[in-house]
């Protein structure tokens, strides 16, 4: 029998299958069975595309946008995402430094192995989203986690990143705001940021800034804005959370020259230019207001307080209301050891298995996020299952003793 740990590469039996799909699936399978199963799983908006988008895609096909396009990406789009982020970012980047790509998680692995060689360190701040440690790992760098906790509210300080760079410190990765804290960095945190990664001139920073249209409390802040950070910050961004086109898969990048055109010569490599009628439709998203986006940031917020409220009304639950995002990361560490029945918990990903198995609502255990105390919720849902969900979890949690 053929031996296939002998013959799979180890950069991909080093990376373990995503728990989020995981947990999705299962909670799929049991609503496939007739089971009323709550997920508070994915982060995709419930939303649909505005109706203005779908249409500019379209009449983009229509014109005869159906073809390879660029690699970089169409120029009409690298030109309206140029005007974008400097009149909303701040941000000053030719076309020739910007590469679209198919979804944000490319332009994260463009920018990995343009930067990564093997055991170059990758310091990520948790609790971060899992995919920046599977892409890191298979690019061939070396994964370094920064411990955050609640009281800081799950940011890191200047000091802990400090004491995590050393010689080998290539890059530094984070979201903001945060997926799944919901944290959303001030001026000042990330300035004092920018202080150490000054000192240390080696150091590249990759900013993912995906959920920038999704804040509640504070006004969201590009890294690359701050003094010296133009050149040394990769900013990701991408189409699929603020305007809700998560199956368009539309994501971008913006970098230094020398940076941006590595970028681009890994994606011609591992695939080709975005879709073009979708970098059309693109273009007309970014022309229009962002009437939209509001609104729809606007229903997340109020899911936020409700989803907040809700939680902190159980016994046993730790929660710190996020800024931003569609996330919510509560510390459920104080219901482990515990039994209910002949079910005992001992992990938080015992946990989720069992609300979901038992209890019929789907959450995502916070380890695969780097921190096992924590379980992450989606609110990306309608008022009535957040309800529902937490409703089920508060009676779940209280069989246990």
Same mark, same amino acid.
């Given at each position: 029998?053929?031996?296939?740990?002998?013959?799979?590469?180890?950069?991909? !039996?080093?990376?373990?299958?995503?728990?989020?799909?995981?947990?999705?699936?299962?909670?799929?399978?049991? $609503?496939?069975?007739?089971?009323?199963?709550?997920?508070?799983?994915?982060?995709?908006?419930?939303?649909?595309?505005?109706?203005?988008?779908?249409?500019?895609?379209?009449?983009?096909?229509?014109?005869?946008?159906?073809?390879?396009?660029?690699?970089? =990406?169409?120029?009409?789009?690298?030109?309206?995402?140029?005007?974008?982020?400097?009149?909303?970012?701040?941000?000053?980047?030719?076309?020739?430094?910007?590469?679209?790509?198919?979804?944000?998680?490319?332009?994260?692995?463009?920018?990995?192995?343009?930067?990564?060689?093997?055991?170059?360190?990758?310091?990520? #701040?948790?609790?971060?989203?899992?995919?920046?440690?599977?892409? @890191?790992?298979?690019?061939?760098?070396?994964?370094?986690?920064? $411990?955050?906790?609640?009281?800081?509210?799950?940011?890191?300080?200047?000091?802990?990143?400090?004491?995590?760079?050393?010689?080998?410190?290539?890059?530094?990765?984070?979201?903001? #705001?945060?997926? #799944?804290?919901?944290?959303?960095?001030?001026?000042?945190?990330?300035?004092?940021?920018?202080?150490?990664? !000054?000192?240390? #001139? !080696?150091?590249?920073?990759?900013?993912?800034?995906?959920?920038?249209?999704?804040?509640?409390?504070?006004?969201?802040?590009?890294?690359?804005?701050?003094?010296?950070?133009?050149?040394?910050?990769?900013?990701?961004?991408?189409?699929? $959370?603020?305007?809700?086109?998560?199956?368009?898969?539309?994501?971008?990048?913006?970098?230094?020259?020398?940076?941006?055109?590595?970028?681009?010569?890994?994606?011609?490599?591992?695939?080709?230019?975005?879709?073009?009628?979708?970098?059309?439709?693109?273009?007309?998203?970014?022309?229009?207001?962002?009437?939209?986006?509001?609104?729809?940031?606007?229903?997340?917020?109020?899911?936020?307080?409700?989803?907040?409220?809700?939680?902190?009304?159980?016994?046993?639950?730790?929660?710190?209301?996020?800024? =931003?995002?569609?996330?919510?990361?509560?510390?459920?560490?104080?219901?482990?050891?515990?039994?209910?029945?002949?079910?005992?918990?001992?992990?938080?990903?015992?946990?989720?298995?069992?609300?979901?198995?038992?209890?019929?609502?789907?959450?995502?255990?916070?380890?695969?996020?780097?921190?096992?105390?924590?379980?992450?919720? @989606?609110?990306?849902?309608?008022?009535?299952?957040?309800?529902? =969900?937490?409703? !089920?979890?508060?009676?779940?949690? =209280?069989?246990?003793?």
């Amino acid at each position: 029998m053929t031996d296939f740990d002998q013959i799979l590469s180890k950069s991909t !039996r080093g990376v373990e299958d995503s728990i989020i799909i995981k947990m999705a699936q299962r909670a799929r399978d049991l $609503k496939s069975k007739g089971r009323d199963v709550v997920s508070l799983t994915i982060g995709e908006p419930d939303f649909d595309t505005p109706q203005f988008i779908k249409q500019a895609a379209t009449d983009a096909m229509d014109a005869g946008f159906t073809h390879y396009s660029p690699m970089p =990406g169409m120029p009409q789009l690298r030109e309206a995402l140029s005007a974008k982020l400097k009149a909303e970012n701040g941000l000053t980047y030719s076309t020739d430094e910007i590469v679209i790509t198919n979804g944000a998680k490319q332009a994260i692995t463009n920018a990995a192995f343009a930067l990564l060689d093997p055991n170059d360190e990758v310091i990520m #701040p948790t609790p971060f989203w899992v995919a920046y440690e599977g892409i @890191s790992v298979m690019a061939g760098g070396k994964p370094v986690i920064l $411990k955050t906790t609640s009281k800081d509210g799950f940011k890191m300080t200047p000091a802990a990143l400090e004491a995590a760079v050393t010689d080998r410190t290539k890059l530094l990765i984070f979201s903001n #705001p945060c997926n #799944p804290s919901g944290a959303v960095y001030t001026r000042d945190e990330l300035e004092a940021l920018a202080a150490i990664v !000054r000192k240390h #001139p !080696r150091m590249m920073v990759m900013s993912d800034e995906i959920y920038e249209y999704i804040v509640f409390d504070k006004p969201h802040v590009s890294f690359g804005t701050l003094e010296g950070m133009r050149e040394r910050t990769i900013t990701i961004n991408g189409f699929s $959370k603020g305007f809700a086109m998560t199956g368009w898969r539309l994501g971008f990048l913006a970098a230094a020259f020398p940076v941006a055109k590595a970028c681009a010569k890994v994606q011609g490599t591992f695939t080709a230019g975005a879709n073009a009628f979708v970098q059309m439709a693109g273009v007309i998203a970014l022309g229009e207001s962002r009437e939209e986006c509001r609104k729809m940031t606007a229903s997340y917020h109020s899911r936020r307080d409700l989803i907040s409220r809700l939680l902190a009304d159980i016994p046993g639950v730790s929660v710190r209301p996020p800024n =931003g995002t569609f996330y919510i990361f509560p510390d459920v560490s104080a219901h482990l050891g515990k039994t209910a029945g002949n079910h005992r918990v001992e992990t938080v990903e015992d946990l989720c298995m069992w609300l979901l198995d038992e209890h019929d609502v789907a959450t995502v255990p916070g380890g695969a996020f780097g921190d096992p105390d924590c379980l992450r919720m @989606s609110f990306a849902c309608s008022e009535e299952d957040i309800e529902k =969900g937490i409703g !089920r979890m508060k009676e779940a949690l =209280g069989l246990l003793s």
